[in-house]
Each structure stands twice: as C-alpha cells, then as structure tokens.
C-alpha cells in the first residue's frame, strides 16, 4: 500500500503527516513554521507608502500615495505556500508518497493549489477547507476516516 501525506496547514504553520497504511496511525514526518504570516502589515514594512507625483497640474494633479500591489501578510503566506509546495513536490520525486490529502483554510488552500507542480497536484485525493493546524493527532484521525482506514 501506498504512504498518504495529510498535510494540515495555514498561513503560518504547517505540519505534515504520514500514514503507511490501515490501522497505521499518523505519524509527524515535518514541521513548517512562518511566523512572518502572524505579524501585522505594520510590523511586515520598513517605511510607509511612497508618493508619486502625479501628471498634470489640473483637477486631480496632486500627489497620490503609491500602495504595494499586495499587502504583505498576503506576500507572506505566498512564500510560506510556495516552501509547502516545494516540500509537497520533493517529496513526490523522491516517491516519498502516492497520495496526499491537504487540510487549509479557503484562501490559503487557494494559494497552494497555485503554487503545486501539476504531477504533485494530481496526486491530492482530498481537500478540506478546514484550519485543523490546532486539532489533536487524535481528532485529526477522526477527520481522516472518511479518508483512510487508521
């Protein structure tokens, strides 16, 4: 039988699983911690936002204020997705499993199915919309039955 990863994750944890078969139980095969996606937008900035001169003299001349195109926080969890995603694809090429199973809130699950290498994508059976990141093994079995036979 084939391992299965569960990869239960958000924006600034992640805590990778592995399962090498019926009534196997869990076991913790990685931690990933950013806690760069736990600080504010404030903390995550050097300097306030640039001014750019605007073109013209006329009605709306003034100086505008030049924001980021992504809020920080945002960034950061897109960095943190990407190092899962790299996790998740080393993983397959070194055939470390067959399966995997990803638990992530709504908007990071998003950011990580962007992030996935197609052949690491087609091997994600099951996806919950679900922040279990602080769920016990044990209630993390339960949310798996559906899933797998632990």
Not at 111 to 138: C, G, H, W
């Amino acid at each position: 039988m084939a391992i299965t990863w569960i990869l239960v994750a958000n924006a600034s944890l992640a805590k990778l699983y592995a399962n090498l078969g019926p009534n196997k139980g869990l076991t913790l095969v990685k931690e990933l911690i950013h806690p760069e996606s736990r600080q504010k937008n404030s903390e995550l900035v050097t300097d306030r936002s640039g001014h750019q001169a605007t073109a013209g003299n006329g009605a709306g001349g003034g100086q505008g204020s030049k924001l980021p195109q992504t809020a920080p926080k945002t960034h950061e969890a897109k960095l943190f997705a990407q190092e899962i995603a790299q996790e998740l694809y080393l993983g397959r090429a070194k055939n470390a499993f067959g399966r995997a199973i990803v638990f992530a809130p709504p908007a990071f699950m998003g950011m990580l199915n962007a992030v996935l290498d197609n052949p690491t994508a087609q091997l994600i059976t099951d996806r919950f919309e679900k922040d279990y990141t602080k769920e016990s093994e044990p209630v993390l079995r339960e949310r798996l039955a559906s899933c797998l036979f632990l």
